[in-house]
């Protein structure tokens, strides 16, 4: 499902084929209890890439954040614009997270499942467009797969110690811990809480 030009996943193709194991129809459980005690003012804007079929974009949204959701699959945007479209806070817009530049930075980027998602060789990538993304002091809060990275996927694990290494220095680590996870991923998954150094 690799396209052969760009060692990248064709996602309209995986979204059109039903082929959408990420997707359990629900936002993250580890999310949702974070947003349960967390102490965001309401102003906080939120940038979820890689937001598929928006759950857990909609999740912002119905707390009262102002919420944009950013995926590659214009068919995944169709589908989380049916779902969710009717709050008034959120919005799906078609974005390369890794190349395309905001017109505005966001206050928080909520990751999960777009990491693990992309060719390991892009990771660098990944680490320098968060901070294009998000202003300074921003916060950075994710949900990663944590189990040995190999040639097959996605997804790509990756440890705690890894993921560490790539983002501190630009960032500081608030907080990391195990969350509550979806049936089946057991062990799998981390979370952690950055901050944006100024």
Same mark, same amino acid.
């Given at each position: 499902?690799?396209?052969?030009?760009?060692?990248?996943?064709?996602?309209?193709?995986? !979204?059109e084929?039903?082929d959408?194991?990420?997707d359990?129809?629900?936002?993250?459980?580890?999310?949702?209890?974070?947003?349960?005690?967390?102490?965001?003012?309401?102003?906080?804007?939120?940038?979820v890439?890689g937001?598929?079929?928006?759950?857990?974009?909609?999740?912002?949204?119905?707390?009262?954040f =102002?919420?944009?959701g950013?995926?590659?699959?214009?068919?995944?945007?169709?589908?989380?614009?049916?779902?969710?479209?009717?709050?008034?806070?959120?919005?799906f817009?078609?974005?390369?997270?890794?190349?395309?530049?905001?017109?505005e930075?966001?206050?928080?980027?909520?990751?999960?499942?777009?990491?693990?998602?992309?060719?390991?060789?892009?990771?660098?990538? !990944?680490?320098?467009?968060?901070?294009?993304?998000?202003?300074?002091?921003g916060?950075?809060?994710?949900?990663?797969?944590?189990f040995?990275?190999?040639? @097959?996927?996605?997804?790509?694990?990756?440890?705690?110690? @890894?993921?560490?290494?790539?983002?501190?220095?630009k960032?500081?680590?608030l907080?990391?811990?195990?969350?509550?996870?979806f049936?089946?991923?057991?062990d799998? =998954?981390?979370?952690?809480?950055?901050?944006?150094?100024?």
């Amino acid at each position: 499902m690799l396209n052969r030009m760009t060692n990248e996943t064709n996602w309209d193709q995986r !979204y059109e084929q039903q082929d959408t194991p990420w997707d359990k129809g629900e936002p993250a459980p580890g999310l949702m209890d974070w947003l349960k005690k967390q102490s965001l003012e309401l102003e906080t804007r939120v940038l979820v890439p890689g937001c598929g079929r928006g759950h857990d974009a909609s999740a912002w949204g119905k707390k009262g954040f =102002e919420t944009t959701g950013m995926d590659l699959s214009n068919l995944a945007l169709a589908g989380a614009r049916e779902n969710y479209e009717a709050l008034p806070n959120l919005a799906f817009f078609p974005g390369n997270f890794l190349e395309d530049e905001p017109e505005e930075p966001y206050d928080l980027i909520f990751e999960h499942t777009l990491y693990c998602a992309i060719s390991p060789d892009r990771r660098d990538d !990944y680490a320098k467009a968060l901070p294009r993304w998000l202003k300074p002091g921003g916060y950075f809060l994710g949900i990663h797969f944590i189990f040995p990275l190999s040639e @097959e996927g996605p997804p790509f694990g990756a440890s705690r110690e @890894e993921i560490i290494s790539r983002f501190q220095g630009k960032f500081t680590l608030l907080d990391d811990w195990k969350p509550r996870h979806f049936e089946g991923r057991k062990d799998e =998954e981390w979370m952690f809480l950055w901050q944006l150094n100024p």
